[in-house]
T-cell receptor
Framework: NAGVTQTPKFRVLKTGQSMTLLCAQDMNHEYMYWYRQDPGMGLRLIHYSVGEGTTAKGEVPDGYNVSRLKKQNFLLGLESAAPSQTSVYFCASRQGAEAFFGQGTRLTVV | KQEVTQIPAALSVPEGENLVLNCSFTDSAIYNLQWFRQDPGKGLTSLLL?????REQTSGRLNASLDKSSGRSTLYIAASQPGDSATYLCAVTPITSGTYKYIFGTGTRLKVLA
């Protein structure tokens, strides 16, 4: 049982480059989330989705876009990466009370 | 706006000690509270989930309590072991969120010394 899988696990980008982070869940959950984790700031919500075809902004959405074309996948895009987007990104899915998290993507923007 | 605070930010204890980690939140209107463990460079592992109607949950050496009226939760770890060394995060789901969004604390980094 895979749960929540994130790809890639590590990535280094140059300022201005673009990339897409993929989150896949095999639990048929409706809700999916993207968080970023920075030292001393905890996890902050970037975007979320309440079902296939839906997306909404979280606490820190600027500089990111998302898509949920299939229920099991939630994509996070960076159109023009900035050093301030250096962080660890976590995806989560949820159905009911409990959420399940992926292992994270460590992104460095130089 | 819901805020979640965890004190202390870091804790170092000798092996075998019983310890308590604290989590406080500003708005008692929550669906539930969840405790997670995060190992360095890893994702979050769920430890205990307490629904708003519950007072505590137990799993092995872990016991979590919830006092909604005072906006507090504690995670009790009995007979700590070096393998318990990790960062512990608490998160609440505000009722006002409507979409089951978590609000996280900044965590307590625990080190258990052998």
């Amino acid at each position: 049982n895979a749960g929540v899988t994130q790809t890639p696990k590590f990535r280094v980008l140059k300022t201005g480059q673009s990339m897409t982070l993929l989150c896949a869940q095999d639990m048929n959950h409706e809700y999916m989330y993207w968080y970023r984790q920075d030292p001393g700031m905890g996890l902050r919500l970037i975007h979320y989705s309440v079902g296939e075809g839906t997306t909404a902004k979280g606490e820190v959405p600027d500089g990111y876009n998302v898509s949920r074309l299939k229920k099991q996948n939630f994509l996070l895009g960076l159109e023009s990466a900035a050093p301030s987007q250096t962080s660890v990104y976590f995806c989560a899915s949820r159905q009911g009370a409990e959420a399940f998290f992926g292992q994270g993507t460590r992104l460095t923007v130089v | 706006k819901q805020e979640v605070t965890q004190i202390p930010a870091a804790l170092s204890v000798p092996e075998g000690e019983n310890l308590v980690l604290n989590c406080s939140f500003t708005d008692s209107a929550i669906y539930n509270l969840q405790w997670f463990r995060q190992d360095p460079g890893k994702g979050l592992t769920s430890l205990l989930l307490i629904q708003s109607s519950q007072r505590e949950q137990t799993s092995g050496r872990l016991n979590a309590s919830l006092d909604k009226s005072s906006g507090r939760s504690t995670l009790y770890i009995a007979a700590s072991q070096p393998g318990d060394s990790a960062t512990y995060l608490c998160a609440v789901t505000p009722i006002t969120s409507g979409t089951y969004k978590y609000i996280f604390g900044t965590g307590t980094r625990l080190k258990v010394l052998a």
